[in-house]
């Protein structure tokens, strides 16, 4: 059973595309999250939603906007791509604003050419 | 602002030697520290979390500790085996409220049969 899951798993794309990344978790979890590794390994938050409520925004082109149509899923859409857009694009999730986080999905790998 | 550093970048040793992982963070009001596994094309798994009113933490062959006013914490990896290769990432939480982690870059595992 997979507890969060993404897909797609790869995504190559042009330039100045829009795209979309979606992240569905079967934990029952209330809070879900977007991170993105970089070329060098760096992990950073970008943004989290509680019950559909956007409770983390760090500073993240407003070309990125997250959608959470319900506490299950939380999806991930990129206007405008652009190179620096490439990177691994986690998606996780907790129950609660809890300060831990254990559940992860497999990732994204998106590549802007 | 808090940084995580983690040293060294990259490892390679024998089967069967025990090994040190370092991780260091800037600023000792965290809330938790979190030791992750990631393997290649994966997402992550968390291995171990200490909470700041903890010194150590302990799963198996793993333990993990943690030294707050210096602002460092070790995960210590005994009779290491091949299944062991990974990229090993330690995070901390500044707030019990959230799953906002602040990654390090993560020390790249590699053990040798």
């Known amino acids: 059973d997979t507890a969060v899951s993404q897909t797609p798993k790869y995504l190559v794309t042009q330039m100045g595309n829009d795209k979309s990344i979606k992240c569905e978790q079967n934990?029952?979890?209330?809070?879900m999250y977007w991170y993105k590794q970089d070329s060098k390994k760096f992990l950073k938050i970008m943004f989290s939603?509680?019950?559909?409520?956007?409770?983390i925004n760090e500073t993240v082109p407003n070309r990125f906007s997250p959608k959470s149509p319900d506490k299950a899923h939380l999806n991930l859409h990129i206007n405008s791509l652009e190179l620096g857009d490439s990177a691994v694009y986690f998606c996780?999730?907790?129950?609660?604003?809890?300060?831990?986080?254990?559940?992860f999905g497999p990732g994204t790998r998106l590549t802007v050419l | 602002k808090q940084e995580v550093t983690q040293i060294p970048a990259a490892l390679s040793v024998p089967e069967g030697e025990n090994l040190v992982l370092n991780c260091s963070f800037t600023?000792?009001?965290?809330?938790?520290l979190q030791w992750f596994r990631q393997d290649p094309g994966k997402g992550l798994t968390s291995l171990l979390l200490?909470?700041?009113?903890?010194r150590e933490q302990t799963s198996g062959r793993l333990n993990a500790s943690l030294d707050k006013s210096s602002g460092r914490s070790t995960l210590y990896i005994a009779a290491s085996q091949p299944g062991d290769s990974a990229t090993y990432l330690c995070?901390?939480?500044?707030?019990?409220?959230?799953?906002?982690?602040?990654f390090g870059q993560g020390t790249t595992l590699q053990v040798k049969p």
């Open positions: 996780a999730s907790s129950q609660g604003r809890v300060g831990r986080l254990e559940f």
């Open positions: 934990l029952g979890h209330d809070t």
């Open positions: 939603y509680n019950n559909k409520e956007l409770i």
């Open positions: 600023d000792s009001a965290i809330y938790n």
């Open positions: 200490i909470q700041s009113s903890q």
């Open positions: 995070a901390v939480n500044l707030s019990s409220n959230t799953g906002k982690l602040i």
